[in-house]
Nanobody
Framework: QVQLLESGGGLVQAGGSLRLSCTDSGRALSNYDMGWFRQAPGNEREFVASVRWSGFSKDHSDSVKGRFTISRDNAVNTVYLEMNSLKPEDTAVYYC???????????????????WGQGTQVTVSS
């Protein structure tokens, strides 16, 4: 069973940076596509970024493109979300997600993913 654990959330001022990490202490994630979603109070969970198992194919939502970068280091079994130029509207709980490596094109819906972490809070103050 995949058990994802996120870390790195916190409180930051607008314009600041944070790096989120996601790992699984008991299972290698190298055979999994990985992603990040976020959910603000009263909103649906929305896609942020994804990376294929190989690390060569990445996708970012329009709202974070150019500010956030997803990456993975399979040697340390960790996926990262580097977040720069943070805005108050980025405030949300950020969730790491995984699925067995797939040829499916779709990765932007919650239903495209199989495993979820508990989430880490990111708060951006103005």
């Amino acid at each position: 069973q995949v058990q994802l654990l996120e870390s790195g959330g916190g409180l930051v001022q607008a314009g600041g940076s944070l790096r989120l990490s996601c790992t699984d202490s008991g299972r290698a994630l190298s055979n999994y596509d990985m992603g990040w979603f976020r959910q603000a109070p009263g909103n649906e969970r929305e896609f942020v970024a994804s990376v294929r198992w190989s690390g060569f194919s990445k996708d970012h939502s329009d709202s974070v493109k150019g500010r956030f970068t997803i990456s993975r280091d399979n040697a340390v079994n960790t996926v990262y979300l580097e977040m720069n130029s943070l805005k108050p509207e980025d405030t949300a709980v950020y969730y790491c997600t995984a699925r067995i490596a797939s040829l499916r094109d779709t990765m932007r819906q919650t239903t495209d993913w199989d495993y979820w972490g508990q989430g880490t809070q990111v708060t951006v103050s103005s």
